[in-house]
Each structure stands twice: as structure tokens, then as C-alpha cells.
């Protein structure tokens, strides 16, 4: 039984307005397309900070990460950490970024088309989008399933209440791009912080430290605690989410859009580093909820659940016990604090991806083009990827775990263009033949791990021999070779022929 | 009080850590990010003014100062 009420409603649907007023009022500021893909690099560090927090974390993203805590304990945290650690340590060094920023370019693949040419930024642009839109794709289905199992909402009204919530999102992120998603995801980090803090203290102080610690003994041992010993995680899934969120950091547009929208490197290497330990946060504290929901869901509680939910506890688990926790009034806090979150999230990867497409894909259709219809087009190619996102976000059905689907569609563009960045910021040997070599490698594995799961043929052995994590370090190792065996493949210039 | 023995005080501490930090710096974003925006608008507002001016709008402080 659920206790959300009309105070609930009436927290949403003012929060929600809230929103959608501010983020369409600051559409007058947009007068050229860098105002609206990257706020004309006027962003200072608290507004990045708030931004990039709030944009990495979506109901998605509470949903795989209590998953996480429900299904390995503290060691499914482990993420989390190795994100925190790797932004940490790339916004101190500079690493890769500051070469990035420093080019004064608006996108990753532009930066390479400096180095490798403009095949290689088209490709990269191809596989960034690839990527980044099947990994999206899962966004607004997961986010309803979250919305109808803690607010009790009839499941008939899925489809419709996110197609609205889209939509709304859409609309400010069409008038006002980057300036819009930037004051929306201030307002959103606020709400969505307050959200998270209440929801985890009254948890805490519901279940308990000692009860937390002892259900995750009991049902996954030292494991639940050290994943190095734990049975289904070990030093390959540690290695690889390490590889992964180091890829991430450097290269996940959404992360990269927050550098390249600063007002200097200097600003863009402080969000980075003072975001770092946001990261933690991110993956331990609904980590926490997913722990106290294996403390605290009785096997009654479980079976009185619809079918799908009881075959997939794991992930509807966190909210089915949140529906029966927060009271009156912090029940509509928490949904407005994961809309918050869901609609920062959407905003921001409409826009990230929209940039790439018109900055990178059709640069070479592209003439010269004036500032308001270049603006039009970034408007349509937003609307655009709203409906992809409809039509592919509400029926594909997500089996397995969902932080392993959304490492490996990662994957697909993680591998190769950290391999480019690094290569083209750091080895002078690196050339177009590396990198073409190194994105069709990159693209190919996670595809064929992704088909060769579904087909009933090979599924058997791939559960059996090729775990997502195995795949995905794999992939990281095969790309990196790629690179560099096409690069010393390419014949190099003699100084005659280059003269 | 809360067992913290064996690798559990890691995780106590992280978890500490993460619910402290967290309330902190939502408060200190909260009031540093609102002076962002301000400033940030203040700044394209001006460049706007200046485009369509055909002027090159007034420098940051921080440029000024380097300048």
C-alpha cells in the first residue's frame, strides 16, 4: 500500500512547473548555436557542478545502482568508487581534458578531425550517437516501472505519464538548449539532493546499520563486503568497471559537454575534481536503499507482487519497499526528486547527442549556415531523438541486469574513443588507419556480445564463458591493439613524398 | 553503535562520508550556483546586446584581470 496523496501530487505538480518556467524563460538568451549547445562556454563551477551531478543521475540510474546494492551488497558500489577516483584523478592531472578543452572544440570527434581527418570524426560522431542512444534507450521505461511501483500508479498510465514528462523536457530543452538544461539541472540538483539525503537518513534510522551489515552477511558472506571475493564479481568485473569509468570520464559526452561548456580549463578541471566524490554518493547511497530493501522485503511481501516484478526483485525490489516506507509529504518529495533527476537526465542526453549529430555527422552536409537556422536545425534534431526515444524507450524489454546492459552499450563507443582521445592527445605515431581500425573494433564486439546473448544458439555458452565484464575488457584490449597495429601499419611519409 | 569491524568500518565511513558531504556541498552549490547564473546570464545577455550592436561585448572580470 502506497502513501502517496494529493500533498504528494501537489509537491510534483509544483516542482514541475517550477521547472518547465524556468527553463523555457531563458530562451532569449540563445542567439547562436554555441549558446545553445554549450552556453557559450559562460559556465562557472558550482552551476557545472550542479549540472554534471545532476545530469549523471537519473531514475536509471537509482534503479542499477540499488539493483547493485541489492544484488552484490557494498561491493556492488565499487563503480562508484572507481568513477570518483578516475574523475579525481583526470581534472587534477588534466589528462586528456586539458588538451580537449584547451582545442576550444565543441565536440570529441571535432578534436579528432584535427589529427585523423573528417572520416574519422563522421565515424566517431556515428558510434558516439550509436552508443549513447541505445544506452538512453532504457531511460524512460525504467524510470515509469519506478514511478508506477512507488507511487502506486495504475501501469496503464505508463506509457502516457512519461510520454508528458518527455515531452515537457523536450520543450525547454528545444527553446533554450544548453542555457535551459543548465538552470533546469540547478533546480533539479537541489530537489533531487534533498530527495536523496531524506529518503537515505530515514532509512538508516528505520532499518539500522547493524541489520543493513547483517543481511548483506547473510546472504552474500565476505563477498557482499569485498568484491574481489565475491563469487559473481572478482578482479575481471573490478578491472573492467575501473577501465570503464576511466573511458567514461574522458569520453561520455554528457561528462565532457560540462568541460567544454566551461570558461576555462582551469574551471572545467575543478568540476571535475570537487564532483569527484559525487560519484560515490551516486552509486553507494540508493545502493543503501537496495540494501535495506534485502533487510527488510519479507518473502509475503514478495509474493503479493505482480509476476514481472517478483522475476526481477532485484531491480523492483528498492521501490516496492520505498511505496511502503515514506510517509505522507516525503513520498512526494522523493517522486519529485527522481523526476528531477529523470528530467535533467533526458534534457541533457537530448541535447548531447543532438550536438554531436549536428556537429559531427552533418558536418559534411552542411554548408554555411546562418546562426538562426543552424539553431533550427539543433531544435529539430532534439525533437527528433524525443521521439527515437519514445518509440525505442517504452518497448524494448530490458532482461539481465541492467547496469551490465548499459556497460556494455557503453561499450560500444567507451572502448574506441578513449583509445582515440588518448592516442590523439599523447602518441605522435597514432593515424587515420589506427583510428578507423580501432572504432570498427570498438562497435563490432559489444554488437556481437549484445546479438550472440539473445540468439538461443550461443546464449547458454556466453552465460556460461563471457560475462558482460569479461566481453567488455576484452573489447578495451582489442581496440587499443587495433589502434596501434593500424597505425604502425600505415606506411609513413618519407621526407622526400612529404616534401 | 554500529559494527565497523572487519572491512565494514570502510563502508560505515564511505557511507558517513557520503551523507555528509552530500548535505554540505547541496547547500554550498545551492547559494555559489545561483551567483553563477546570475553572472552567466548577465554575460550573454551582453554579448547578445553587443552582436547585434556589432560591438565586442565588455570583458569578464577574470579576463580583466588577466588583461
Same mark, same amino acid.
Given at each position: ?18 521547472? +518547465? ?25 558550482? %552551476? ?14 537509482? +534503479? ?41 572544440? +565543441? ?49 496503464? *498510465? ?87 569509468? %576511466? ?27 570537487? =564532483? ?14 537496495? +540494501? ?65 549529430? *549536428?556537429?559531427?555527422? %552533418? ?62 592527445? *599523447? ?30 544458439? =550461443? ?6 564463458? %563471457? ?33 | ?17 557520503? /551523507? /555528509? ?7 554550498? /552549490? ?38
Amino acid at each position: 500500500m502506497t502513501h502517496f496523496t494529493w500533498l504528494d501530487g501537489s509537491l510534483v505538480g509544483l516542482y514541475l512547473v517550477a521547472t +518547465m518556467v524556468a527553463g523555457i524563460m531563458v530562451r532569449k538568451y540563445v542567439g547562436k548555436v554555441e549558446h545553445f549547445l554549450i552556453a557559450g562556454r559562460e559556465m562557472n563551477v558550482y %552551476l557545472g557542478i550542479a549540472s554534471l551531478a545532476a545530469t549523471e543521475f537519473g531514475i536509471v540510474t537509482c +534503479m542499477y545502482t540499488a539493483q547493485n546494492g541489492y544484488s552484490f551488497g557494498f561491493a556492488g558500489a565499487i563503480p562508484g568508487l572507481c568513477m570518483a577516483a578516475a574523475m579525481f584523478v583526470v581534472g587534477w592531472t588534466g589528462f586528456c581534458v586539458k588538451p580537449l578543452r584547451d582545442a576550444g572544440v +565543441m565536440t570529441i570527434p571535432e578534436l579528432f578531425e584535427r589529427r585523423f581527418g573528417p572520416r574519422v570524426r563522421w565515424a566517431a560522431g556515428v558510434v558516439i550517437v550509436l552508443g549513447g542512444l541505445l544506452n538512453m534507450g532504457v531511460f524512460l521505461r525504467i524510470g515509469g516501472e519506478f514511478l508506477v511501483y512507488v507511487s502506486g500508479m495504475n501501469p496503464r *498510465y505508463l506509457e502516457i505519464t512519461m510520454t508528458v514528462l518527455l515531452v515537457a523536457v523536450a520543450v525547454y530543452t528545444i527553446l533554450g538548449g544548453m542555457l535551459s538544461v543548465l538552470i533546469t539541472d540547478y533546480l533539479q540538483f537541489i530537489v533531487m539532493s534533498v530527495g536523496l539525503i531524506a529518503v537515505t537518513v530515514l532509512i538508516l534510522q528505520h532499518v539500522g546499520w547493524d541489520a543493513l551489515v547483517a543481511a548483506v552477511d547473510r546472504h552474500y558472506g565476505a563477498g557482499g563486503f569485498n568484491p574481489f571475493v565475491n563469487a559473481k564479481l572478482g578482479w575481471e568485473w573490478v578491472a573492467f568497471n575501473a577501465v570503464l569509468n %576511466l573511458a567514461a570520464v574522458l569520453t561520455w559526452q554528457t561528462t565532457i559537454q560540462r568541460l567544454l561548456a566551461a570558461k576555462d580549463t582551469a574551471t572545467g578541471r575543478k568540476i571535475y575534481t570537487r =564532483t569527484s566524490f559525487f560519484f560515490v554518493c551516486r552509486f553507494l547511497i540508493p545502493g543503501v536503499w537496495g +540494501m535495506a530493501t534485502l533487510a527488510a522485503l519479507t518473502p509475503a511481501t514478495i509474493a503479493a507482487l505482480p509476476a514481472a516484478a517478483q522475476a526481477n526483485i532485484s531491480l523492483y525490489g528498492m521501490p516496492v519497499y520505498l511505496s511502503t516506507l515514506l510517509p505522507t509529504g516525503l513520498m512526494g518529495i522523493l517522486v519529485a526528486a527522481m523526476l528531477a533527476a529523470d528530467m535533467s537526465t533526458d534534457s541533457s542526453y537530448m541535447l548531447t547527442w543532438g550536438s554531436v549529430i *549536428y556537429n559531427d555527422i %552533418l558536418a559534411p552536409f552542411r554548408k554555411q549556415t546562418s546562426e538562426k537556422r543552424g539553431l533550427l536545425v539543433n531544435r529539430c534534431i532534439v525533437a527528433a531523438i524525443g521521439v527515437f526515444l519514445l518509440l525505442y524507450g517504452l518497448w524494448y524489454p530490458l532482461g539481465g541486469n541492467l547496469w551490465d546492459y548499459l556497460t556494455v552499450t557503453g561499450t560500444i563507443y567507451l572502448s574506441s574513443m578513449a583509445v582515440l582521445l588518448i592516442a590523439c592527445c *599523447y602518441w605522435p605515431r597514432a593515424n587515420n588507419w589506427g583510428a578507423a581500425a580501432a572504432i570498427a573494433v570498438g562497435a563490432m564486439v559489444p554488437v556481437a556480445f549484445l546479438t550472440l546473448e539473445k540468439l538461443p544458439a =550461443t546464449k547458454a555458452f556466453i552465460q556460461a564463458h %563471457l560475462p558482460a565484464s569479461r566481453a567488455g575488457l576484452a573489447t578495451f584490449a582489442l581496440v587499443a591493439l587495433a589502434m596501434v597495429a593500424g597505425s604502425l601499419l600505415k606506411p609513413q611519409r618519407t621526407m622526400s613524398a612529404a616534401g | 553503535m554500529p559494527s565497523i569491524d572487519g572491512t565494514h568500518w570502510f563502508w560505515w565511513l564511505t557511507t558517513a562520508a557520503c /551523507v /555528509v558531504w552530500y548535505s554540505t556541498i547541496t547547500l554550498y /552549490v545551492a547559494v555559489k550556483g545561483a551567483k553563477d547564473i546570475k553572472h552567466m546570464l548577465r554575460r550573454l545577455q551582453a554579448i547578445n546586446t553587443a552582436d547585434a550592436a556589432g560591438t565586442a561585448p565588455e570583458a569578464a572580470p577574470a579576463e580583466k584581470a588577466r588583461k
